[in-house]
């Protein structure tokens, strides 16, 4: 049973902190890894993907993956109120069909 | 570029009614999925197909089914709908290993 756990939250951090969220994943053969953003009543959008272990920087956003360990996190600087939303976290299946597992979100709430 | 388009946006199905949520995307994607979202929860991966004549199933397959005739379209059926097919869907499309584009969803409620 391959499966993705994430803490349902909600995390609240103050405007201007450093929010980070955590994911870990069953199936060592997972290559690939994503961090969706969904607002409430909204499609999920990419953030951010990462492949190999270590750190990948995008703008506020850096993704951080341990493969040995099985876990990946995501990091947002400087957080703002419009980043209060559910971030999803997804892993390959591991097969050339390209599926995406799930986890069920972490609700973030950045206060004012 | 529409993207992945859904229709339609919301519906009520009464207990044992039949309907299909349609789905489309003009990327020329040839990996597209539908997922299911139950309220605070993942998304569910319920079906999916590689390319046009093929699909497969996913982790909640049981009272769906879905066709791939072109490239462009995936619908989805519910036969015999259930309360417990009270859910958004969401449909998605990727060009292999490239980023995964979500529809708009379907929120659907079963009476």
């Known amino acids: 049973q391959k499966e993705v756990e994430q803490n349902s939250g909600p995390l609240s951090v103050p405007e201007g902190a450093i929010a980070s969220l955590n994911c870990t994943y069953s199936?060592?053969?997972?290559?690939?890894f994503f961090w969706y953003r969904q607002y409430s009543g909204k499609s999920p959008e990419l953030i951010m993907s990462?492949?190999?272990?270590g750190d990948k920087e995008d703008g506020r956003f850096t993704a951080q993956l341990n493969k040995a360990s099985q876990y990946v996190s995501l990091l947002i600087r400087d957080s703002q109120p419009s980043d209060s939303a559910t971030y999803l976290c997804a892993v390959n299946w591991g097969d050339s069909s390209y599926k995406l597992i799930f986890g069920s979100g972490t609700r973030l709430l950045v206060r004012p | 570029n529409a993207g992945v388009t859904q229709t339609p946006k919301f519906r009520i199905l009464k207990i044992g009614q039949s309907m299909t949520l349609q789905c489309a995307q003009d990327m020329n994607h040839n990996y597209m999925y539908w997922y299911r979202q139950d309220p605070g929860m993942g998304l569910k991966l319920i079906y999916y197909?590689?390319?046009?004549?093929?699909?497969d199933k996913g982790e909640v397959p049981n009272g769906y089914n879905v066709s791939r005739s072109t490239t462009e379209d995936f619908p989805l059926r519910l036969e015999l709908a259930a309360p417990s097919q009270t859910s958004v869907y969401f449909c998605?499309?990727?060009?292999?290993?490239?980023?995964?584009?979500f529809g708009p969803g379907t929120r659907l409620t079963v009476l």
């Open positions: 197909s590689v390319g046009a004549g093929i699909t």
């Open positions: 990462i492949y190999s272990n």
């Open positions: 998605a499309s990727r060009k292999g290993a490239d980023t995964q584009y």
């Open positions: 199936d060592r053969g997972s290559q690939s």
